[in-house]
């Protein structure tokens, strides 16, 4: 029983201390809920059951492999850069504007992957891929404008390599291409290799970053 109190004790302790554990928790809780009237009402369970079916076919087992690679690699760059804007953040009590705004704006492409926002609003909103695309295309622009200085004293080839390749592909979604496995190695294919050279990219600044802000401390 002492040990089962103190392990309580601490449990209060700590969502009292991080608040945003009990935000995080309760918001997505009162999503589930509303989710569960709403088809426990209207009879939507059907459709509440497709929001959170397999993707998994077992007859093609291999479906959605290199798709799956892809969005792993979105999420690994993200973590990245918002574990070490956090970590840094304690560490100088300032803010990494670099990173904070490259997890930002990778935070935002992986939510538009992973969702397919641009095909969600291109198929049912009608707006033009090339219009997201140029959105993007000026907000990268301005990324480098700001962050220019920071780039080139980072290894940016990598970078330079990256959005080439998202050009390339981008180019290749809005252009109509008969077939199916040259279209989707131009487009995929690219879109896979550009992520893996952001991801290299960011491991680099990212590690660079924190291994200069530790060197003061192990002097």
């Not at 302790?13 to 809920?33: D, E, F, K, P, Y």
């Not at 959605?64 to 892809?70: E, K, P």
């Not at 990494?96 to 198929?123: K, P, W, Y």
Request: proline content about 5%; aromatic content about 12%; charged content about 15%.
């Amino acid at each position: 029983m002492p040990k089962l109190k103190g392990f309580l004790a601490a449990s209060r302790s700590q969502l009292a201390t991080n608040r945003s554990i009990s935000w995080v928790n309760g918001v997505t809780l009162l999503l589930l809920l509303a989710l569960s009237i709403y088809a426990k009402v209207w009879g939507k369970g059907r459709g509440i059951e497709l929001l959170f079916d397999d993707p998994f076919s077992p007859q093609k087992p291999y479906a959605g492999f290199l798709t799956g690679i892809s969005e792993v690699l979105w999420c690994l760059t993200a973590a990245i850069c918002a574990f070490s804007f956090s970590l840094l953040k304690s560490i100088y009590r300032r803010p990494d504007r670099f990173i904070f705004c490259s997890a930002l704006g990778i935070g935002i492409l992986l939510v538009d992957d992973l969702f397919r926002l641009t095909l969600i609003l291109n198929g049912l909103a009608g707006v033009p891929k090339i219009l997201i695309y140029l959105i993007y295309a000026t907000g990268a622009i301005a990324y480098s404008c700001c962050f220019w200085r920071r780039i080139l004293s980072s290894p940016y080839v990598l970078l330079l390599i990256a959005s080439g390749l998202f050009i390339f592909s981008s180019l290749v979604d809005i252009t109509p291409l008969s077939g199916y496995g040259a279209p989707a190695m131009l487009e995929d294919g690219t879109k896979l290799l550009g992520l893996l050279n952001i991801a290299l990219y960011f491991w680099s600044v990212c590690r660079q970053a924190v291994l200069r802000s530790l060197s003061p401390l192990a002097a």
